[in-house]
């Protein structure tokens, strides 16, 4: 497999279930991040991971937890959810945070919240 | 804090026809600026990188050129085709921190 994979592709929990977003990438890339994209509004980018470490915590609410084991695989684990967090997850990844290269996204996990 | 505006908002026009879309950014201080496609539902397709020290890139039908000082990139897609139908978003990679911002993006519409 090649470029970024995003599993779930669709996802819909109720305010009080615990899920996770995955994400891998197969590029060789050291910079992970992850984006919300709402209806109606511009990306937004929620964390970033750059050889492991988180880097930046766009003042994400606690109940979005991301988790980075190694650099091809970022996790987004949600808990108590509400419905306004519905939307697209967008996972990327370049070569390194402060790098001049491409960004590249998977296909998103949309996320629906009851 | 750096702000991108996408114009149009929207676009419509007959297959066939040559467009520009623009995209202008507040802070210069860029590493560099990427023009994506969304389709509907779906993630975003990287089009065009172009370096801060690049004036334009092209692939294909596809022309981006930047104008890092007046904060300006347009992108240009020749002899429009219906499979053009997408969202089409500009991110400058800012130098602080090595960001992305996102404008709101144009959406097209190429008309059979």
């Known amino acids: 497999e090649t470029g970024v994979t995003q599993t779930p592709r669709h996802l819909v929990m109720g305010m009080t279930n615990k899920k996770s977003l995955k994400c891998e990438q197969h590029l060789g890339h050291n910079a992970m991040y992850w984006y919300k994209q709402s209806a109606k509004k511009p990306l937004e980018l929620m964390f970033v991971?750059?050889?492991?470490?988180?880097?930046e915590n766009n003042s994400v609410p606690s109940r979005f937890s991301p988790e980075c084991p190694n650099s091809s695989h970022l996790f987004l684990h949600l808990h108590t959810l509400q419905p306004e967090d519905s939307a697209l997850y967008l996972c990327a990844s370049s070569q390194d945070r402060a790098d001049t290269g491409e960004l590249f996204f998977g296909e998103g996990s949309r996320l629906t919240v009851l | 804090k750096q702000e991108v505006t996408q114009i149009p908002a929207a676009l419509s026009v007959p297959e066939g026809e040559n467009l520009v879309l623009n995209c202008s950014f507040t802070d210069s201080a860029i590493y560099n600026l990427q023009w994506f496609r969304q389709d509907p539902g779906k993630g975003l397709t990287s089009l065009l990188l172009?370096?801060?020290?690049?004036r334009e890139q092209t692939s294909g039908r596809l022309n981006a050129s930047l104008d890092k000082s007046s904060g300006r990139s347009t992108l240009y897609i020749a002899a429009s085709q219906p499979g053009d139908s997408a969202t089409y978003l500009c991110?400058?990679?800012?130098?602080?921190?090595?960001?992305?911002?996102f404008g709101d993006g144009t959406t097209l519409t190429v008309k059979p």
């Open positions: 991971y750059n050889f492991k470490e988180q880097t």
């Open positions: 991110a400058p990679r800012g130098t602080n921190a090595g960001k992305s911002t």
């Open positions: 172009i370096q801060s020290s690049q």
